[in-house]
């Protein structure tokens, strides 16, 4: 008997008490998590990106010069549902082509120096407001506990 329940607790480690708080606080954490990535971008200056703008903006600094066809490719989207996202980045001057060196019948899309000021002012507005609001509103003791909040949410997030 003692063995078919502790069979049953490996295969269910949590009680549904423990199930019931961790949903619960998941969603709360979800609810803020949204609300501190709505005020960072309050903040940063692109709230004219759309989302797949920002995607791909995102996806060419962390990559590099890419074409679109291999943007739409890496996004799951068709080519000219991506020269349609692109088109608005190139006309802002975010975004520029260039001939493909190792073929010159491709296009490489590229960031602008424009964009990189852009990006790098809007994370150091985000890093500025958070940093103040953190200043501003939480105690030395509150901060020291934030700190240890992100060891755990950090664990959460490792593989």
């Known amino acids: 008997m003692l063995y078919i329940c502790d069979i049953d607790l490996v295969s269910h480690p949590l009680s549904s008490a423990q199930h019931s708080s961790a949903s619960a606080l998941a969603t709360e954490l979800r609810a803020v998590f949204r609300k501190i990535k709505l005020r ?20 060419l600094e962390r990559d590099g010069p890419a074409t679109v066809s291999s943007l739409a490719r890496a996004e ?72 240890r909040a992100l060891a755990l949410l950090t664990r959460l997030v490792e593989d």
């Open 40 to 59: 960072l971008r309050e903040h940063a200056g692109h709230g004219d990106f759309t989302s797949a703008q920002a995607s791909v903006v995102l996806r």
């Open 76 to 147: 799951g989207m068709r080519p000219q549902s991506m020269s349609a996202v692109v088109a608005p980045l190139q006309e802002a001057g975010l975004v520029k082509g260039a001939p493909d060196p190792g073929d010159g019948r491709q296009t490489l899309m590229a960031l602008t120096p424009k964009c990189l000021k852009s990006l790098e002012e809007g994370r150091a507005a985000r890093q500025d407001w958070l940093t103040a609001r953190i200043a501003q509103r939480l105690s030395a003791q509150e901060q020291e506990k934030l700190q």
